[in-house]
């Protein structure tokens, strides 16, 4: 997972300082607001002196698929109030993803925090040297674009193992998207998400009412 953090930070550190913004911004960036998406958004918003407003709006409807994350990230196993803190802040997708799988039902709460602070260094780290070596890197390197997509197909992968045969809820999560698209395009993250989780909990109060049969 940190490795494919990197040609992802590499490219965020680059196109800081392409954008005319100091080096020392990418890392500082990567460090206090670690939200992977937003902060390619924040670099055009900030050249452009979009005002406070409007960035804070920005970052919610970008991220607003956090919310949905706390329903079942494993924020109980870990101990302490500076601990919760910095992993809710450090709750990144990927991380999300790693903690919840079958898998990960054993983990710890300090193997959690740890996980959550690599994987933060990484894209601290590499995008602080992408903004300070970036320039260096020749044009015919080809992939790094596509590293994002397919870190997340991996994980998709991963999560459609831990399902089981359980073919419902990727068909919720399809036709959560579709209805999304055709509906709110503008839109489509957070309403994707909502009809999503809706499905979800309709699905789990239908289930739970079903009488037992001895």
């Not at 020392?24 to 937003?38: E, P, R, V």
């Not at 409007?54 to 970052?59: F, K, V």
């Not at 983990?107 to 780290?125: C, E, K, P, T």
Request: aromatic share 12%.
């Amino acid at each position: 997972m940190g490795l494919g953090f990197l040609p992802l930070g590499l490219a965020f550190g680059a196109l800081v300082t392409q954008s005319g913004l100091d080096w020392w911004w990418a890392g500082l960036s990567a460090s206090l607001i670690f939200g992977g998406s937003f902060e390619f958004l924040l670099i055009g918003m900030v050249t452009a002196t979009v005002p406070l407003a409007g960035i804070a709006m920005s970052a919610f409807l970008v991220n607003v698929r956090h919310v949905f994350y706390a329903l079942s990230f494993p924020l109980n196993r870990v101990t302490g109030h500076l601990g919760k803190t910095y992993s809710t802040f450090a709750m990144c997708d990927e991380a999300y993803a790693l903690t919840t799988g079958e898998q990960a039902r054993a983990w710890s709460g300090r193997r959690i925090l740890w996980l959550q602070l690599f994987l933060h260094l990484y894209w601290a780290g590499s995008s602080t040297a992408g903004a300070l070596l970036g320039s260096l890197i020749p044009d015919s390197v080809t992939g790094l674009d596509f590293a994002l997509t397919a870190l997340f197909t991996v994980l998709a992968l991963d999560a459609a193992r831990d399902l089981r045969g359980d073919l419902p809820t990727p068909a919720l999560a399809l036709l959560s998207a579709v209805a999304a698209r055709l509906l709110f395009p503008d839109e489509m993250l957070p309403t994707a998400f909502t009809l999503f989780t809706a499905a979800l909990l309709a699905r789990h109060l239908m289930t739970s009412r079903k009488p037992t049969h001895a």
